[in-house]
């Protein structure tokens, strides 16, 4: 059994989750559950981040006390949990007591490394990050479109620049293997260019108070990014008095797979990287960066007013359907986009007409016939189940891919249905074939839907069983 260690980054909880964020969680569900079946020991990490300077000023727009706005906030987040059937086995809060212990140990894991100087920079708050002035878009931060403050004060420094052969190596060799190679391509870039020295604290003034403070100096709160990266050890024990899982799933253990989002791969491929190796702790294995999710070809913005809400697309399509549409429409490593036209499509033709269907008219058929399932399978069934089992279990990280070999199948057994046309058959024992044959195949579906559709997978499994069909997609 190996141990396998599996994470989510940790959103911003200045606002209620969108789309993208459910995304990021059902991709990583998916590994979860599949090494599971596998046998393995897994170790499935969500959480928020709730230390960031644009939380407090997101409270201070509302008027609300920045805890109670975070925490309202975060349980938008850890309900997604039940919601889309998330299997995480841990969720933690920057704003939890093991957490600020970790990220104080880590500081000082790190203490020789970091240094104090007099700083004047460009932050966009929005990205929690400074800019160089090349950087910039017309004076604008790139993502945000809004020009950064000029921020001047005493602060802290990571020497980022001691690391950058290092991380080098580790980045080409794939020590830290990025996915895909589009992604180390620019990390690699991004090092050419010569890292620099980064700040990893602001003044306790400017951040009011909100924060984790530096070991050893109340008026310097680490940076939102310092602290936040360290919650993937913390929430293993890592600076507390039980450091047990800390080393079973991470310092002794190679399988460790951080799932994020394109717009943050500096900071883990980079940053996080220089971190653990000024600590000696060891660094993660895999780097499983996804891209954004538009919608009508535009990324997702609450000033243009097209956000999607991943509560109320669940409550009118269900669990499933909603996570058949992000793991089948959107590329696994690339951008896809949303339109409530293109859902309603997959979900018409793929779940309703197509899964769903096949289902229940075999069900019926099998009722109605009086046939008795019988375990001689014929060859050509035999092989065309081995060959699509083997290729999802080969690349089942792609996850669209995945999803079609599964959904070539179902197309394999409706084509076989109309080419045989059992319901004009009267011979019992041809029929009996014809039917063993689809209960084979759609037994191996519902196995291979389980990391990916697991309450379709049951109902699959349970119809199966009784030969009582229920629709599992209701025709919209």
Same mark, same amino acid.
């Given at each position: 059994m190996n141990k396998v260690f599996i994470s989510t980054s940790i959103p911003y909880v200045n606002a209620s989750p969108h789309l993208g964020h459910a995304l990021e969680l059902v991709q990583a569900d998916v590994i979860a559950r599949h090494y599971r079946i596998m046998g393995d020991d897994v170790f499935f990490l969500s959480g928020t981040d709730e230390n960031s300077l644009k939380n407090v000023r997101s409270a201070e727009k509302t008027g609300e006390n920045i805890s109670d706005f975070v925490y309202k906030n975060y349980l938008n987040f850890y309900n997604l949990k039940d919601k889309l059937n998330i299997s995480f086995d841990d969720f933690i809060r920057t704003t939890e007591k093991r957490h600020f212990d970790g990220a104080q140990k880590l500081w000082i894991a790190c203490?020789?490394?970091?240094?104090?100087?007099?700083?004047?920079?460009?932050?966009?708050? #929005?990205?929690?990050?400074?800019?160089?002035? =090349?950087?910039?878009?017309? $004076?604008?931060?790139? &993502?945000?479109?809004?020009?950064?403050?000029?921020?001047?004060?005493?602060?802290?420094?990571?020497?980022?620049?001691?690391?950058?052969?290092?991380?080098?190596?580790?980045?080409?060799?794939?020590?830290?293997?990025?996915?895909?190679?589009?992604?180390?391509? =620019?990390?690699?870039?991004?090092? %050419?260019?010569?890292?620099?020295?980064?700040?990893?604290?602001?003044?306790?003034?400017?951040?009011? $108070?909100? #924060?984790? &403070?530096?070991?050893?100096?109340?008026?310097?709160?680490?940076?939102?990014?310092?602290?936040?990266?360290?919650?993937?050890?913390?929430? !293993? $024990?890592?600076?507390?008095?039980?450091?047990?899982?800390? !080393? &079973? +799933?991470?310092?002794?253990?190679? +399988?460790?797979?951080?799932?994020?989002?394109?717009?943050?791969?500096?900071?883990?491929?980079?940053?996080? !990287?220089?971190?653990? !190796?000024?600590?000696?702790?060891?660094?993660?294995?895999?780097?499983?960066?996804?891209?954004?999710?538009?919608?009508?070809?535009?990324?997702?913005?609450?000033?243009? #007013? %097209?956000?999607? %809400?991943?509560?109320?697309?669940?409550?009118?399509?269900?669990? &499933?359907?909603?996570?058949?549409?992000?793991?089948? =429409?959107?590329?696994?490593?690339?951008?896809?986009?949303?339109? +409530?036209?293109?859902?309603?499509?997959?979900?018409?033709?793929?779940?309703?007409?197509?899964? $769903?269907?096949?289902?229940?008219r075999t069900i019926a058929m099998i009722n109605k016939k009086g046939v008795v399932i019988d375990e001689e399978i014929e060859q050509a069934f035999i092989d065309k189940n081995r060959e699509i089992k083997e290729k999802v279990e080969d690349n089942f990280i792609q996850f669209n891919e995945s999803l079609n070999e599964i959904w070539e199948l179902v197309s394999f057994c409706d084509k076989y249905i109309e080419e045989k046309k059992p319901w004009a058959i009267d011979d019992e024992n041809e029929n009996k074939i014809i039917f063993s044959n689809i209960i084979y195949s759609l037994k191996n579906i519902s196995q291979m839907l389980k990391p990916f559709l697991p309450e379709t997978a049951k109902k699959m499994e349970e119809q199966i069983k009784t030969l009582k069909a229920e629709p599992l997609f209701p025709r919209i």
């Open positions: 203490k020789k490394d970091i240094y104090k100087k007099k700083y004047s920079g460009l932050y966009c708050v #929005g990205c929690e990050e400074y800019y160089k002035e =090349e950087d910039l878009i017309d $004076g604008l931060c790139p &993502d945000h479109k809004v020009a950064p403050e000029l921020i001047e004060e005493d602060n802290y420094f990571f020497k980022l620049s001691d690391y950058q052969d290092r991380i080098k190596e580790i980045i080409e060799k794939d020590e830290v293997k990025i996915i895909p190679q589009s992604r180390k391509n =620019e990390i690699l870039s991004f090092i %050419n260019s010569g890292l620099q020295d980064f700040c990893i604290s602001r003044t306790s003034e400017r951040a009011k $108070g909100w #924060g984790i &403070d530096v070991p050893a100096d109340e008026t310097q709160k680490m940076w939102v990014w310092f602290d936040a990266l360290s919650n993937y050890i913390n929430a !293993l $024990g890592y600076g507390s008095n039980d450091e047990s899982k800390f !080393l &079973d +799933f991470w310092q002794n253990n190679d +399988f460790k797979i951080h799932v994020i989002g394109k717009g943050i791969n500096r900071f883990h491929s980079v940053y996080w !990287l220089a971190m653990l !190796l000024s600590a000696g702790i060891t660094l993660p294995k895999t780097l499983f960066v996804h891209g954004y999710i538009t919608v009508d070809g535009q990324k997702m913005s609450k000033s243009l #007013g %097209n956000v999607i %809400n991943p509560y109320e697309l669940i409550e009118k399509y269900g669990t &499933d359907a909603v996570r058949y549409f992000l793991l089948r =429409e959107i590329p696994a490593l690339g951008d896809g986009d949303f339109t +409530f036209e293109k859902f309603e499509r997959r979900y018409n033709s793929d779940l309703a007409g197509g899964i $769903g269907n096949l289902l229940s």
